[in-house]
């Protein structure tokens, strides 16, 4: 009994130390750290002093309640970047890539991010992104978009320098930064590119027609060399179906050409008797009818050939005696033109010598009338007058012509004074003769106005006279 108690006793106190052993003993993964603070512990490659132990690897026995045990993750991290930035030219940029970081495998890098992270690990990938969000702002403020693009690694490398300083004090290292895609939001990246991809676009277009050419002419050939070849076995089948042809029309006209031939020597026989025959027809029409038509058309040729030479004959000439009148007729005719010409030409000299006289005489007059003016004016003017006389009386009466409506003032005496003063109407005519022989004196013309005009002025037209008589 007492030997059970005692394998009892040990039993239970080997199962208190196991227990106590697990309880105590902790091992740290691959991927992880321990950190385990509560006493002073030298770790290599730490500075002295330091107040809390990190263990990698393997395990280690803690005390409980009086040392804590926190894991620190040694895992791969990760974190995007969307940074928005201007380039060194102006423009705005957004860049977008990723960053791979991890807590770095030496002691120190364990302390540096366990004073840092230890609480805070789900935060780190947040710091990682500002970190490096300043620095590719300032990194791209000193480079331009042609740079970046055409040498994406020196963006990359200059990111990762300018940020190792850092994520060395933090405790971590980058794996990877990796830029994957610069947005251009004002369109200058794809601008850019647009005289390339046209130079680009323009190089295939020119390869393609050249390659659409070179297989043109390539198909042209095939097709020439196919269609030649087509020829000469068209024309080598057409030979040999012409010969084979020939040959069964030979065959099929063997017969037919011996019965022609029979046919043709009948025929050449048939033609020789009608020769024959022919002949011998044609001397029986000679003799028959040939000879005596011949000699009536003789005749009947000499008959017309003389009556057409009468008929010429008697044509000529009645032509003769034709010609012969018209010849006398003509000369009657010139001679009595003649005649008519010399008989108008002395009547015009008649008439043109008494016209002269008549001329002479008038211009005689007007000369004698001249002088008879020059020597005594009023004589003149008064047997001008004397001449004239009945003509100013019908001039002077005339005016009472166009009077529609006549009142008369002092009855028949005012009648008589009218009628008197225009019969002396007259006499006002041998003083206007003076003042037109004046004017003629000493201008060398007439005065304006013509005869019926007094200084220029010419009476108006009576449309109507109004004579009145003192008793109303």
Request: aromatic residues 2%; charged residues 25%.
């Amino acid at each position: 009994m007492f030997v059970g108690v005692i394998a009892g006793a040990g039993v239970a106190a080997v199962l208190v130390l196991i227990g106590l052993f697990k309880l105590m003993w902790r091992v740290a993964e691959p991927n992880e750290a321990l950190i385990i603070s509560g006493s002073k512990h030298k770790t290599e490659g730490l500075q002295e002093g330091m107040n809390f132990r990190i263990v990698t690897g393997r395990g280690t026995l803690v005390a409980p309640g009086m040392q804590a045990v926190r894991k620190l993750s040694l895992d791969l991290n990760q974190t995007e970047l969307s940074v928005d930035c201007v380039t060194h030219q102006g423009i705005p940029l957004k860049i977008r890539g990723v960053v791979i970081f991890k807590v770095g495998d030496d002691f120190v890098s364990i302390a540096n991010a366990a004073r840092r992270f230890l609480d805070q690990q789900k935060r780190v990938s947040e710091r990682v992104h500002n970190v490096f969000a300043g620095h590719l702002r300032s990194i791209v403020g000193g480079l331009t978009v042609e740079d970046m693009i055409r040498d994406r690694e020196k963006l990359t490398g200059q990111t990762r320098i300018a940020c190792g300083t850092e994520m060395e004090k933090l405790g971590l290292i980058v794996d990877s930064l990796q830029i994957h895609e610069i947005e251009d939001p004002t369109g200058y990246i794809k601008n850019l590119a647009m005289p390339h991809a046209a130079a680009v676009q323009r190089d295939a277009r020119i390869a393609q027609a050249e390659a659409n050419r070179l297989a043109t002419e390539a198909e042209q050939q095939a097709a020439a060399r196919m269609a030649e070849a087509t020829r000469d076995s068209e024309i080598l089948q057409a030979g040999y179906q012409a010969e084979r042809d020939k040959a069964s029309a030979e065959a099929k006209q063997a017969g037919p050409l011996a019965e022609a031939a029979a046919r043709q020597e009948v025929v050449v026989q048939e033609t020789r008797v009608a020769e024959l025959e022919a002949s011998r027809r044609e001397q029986q029409l000679q003799a028959d009818v040939r000879k005596p038509a011949d000699a009536t058309a003789y005749e009947k040729r000499t008959l017309a050939e003389a009556d057409r030479d009468a008929r010429i004959s008697a044509a000529q000439a009645k032509a003769k005696e034709t010609e012969l009148a018209a010849a006398a007729e003509a000369t009657a005719t010139r001679a009595t033109g003649e005649a008519e010409a010399a008989a108008r030409q002395a009547k015009g000299l008649a008439v043109a010598e008494a016209t002269r006289a008549r001329g002479l005489a008038e211009a005689e007059g007007i000369k004698a009338r001249a002088a008879a003016l020059a020597e005594n004016q009023e004589a003149v003017i008064a047997q001008q007058l004397a001449e004239k006389w009945p003509e100013i009386v019908q001039a002077g009466a005339g005016a009472f012509g166009n009077v529609d409506n006549m009142v008369l003032l002092n009855g028949a005496d005012g009648m008589a004074d009218m009628f008197a003063k225009a019969l002396t109407m007259g006499g006002t005519g041998l003083g206007l003769a003076r003042q037109l022989l004046a004017s003629m004196n000493q201008n060398g013309a007439a005065a304006p106005g013509g005869p019926a005009a007094v200084n220029g002025h010419v009476p108006p037209r009576v449309e109507k006279v109004v004579l009145e008589t003192d008793e109303g």
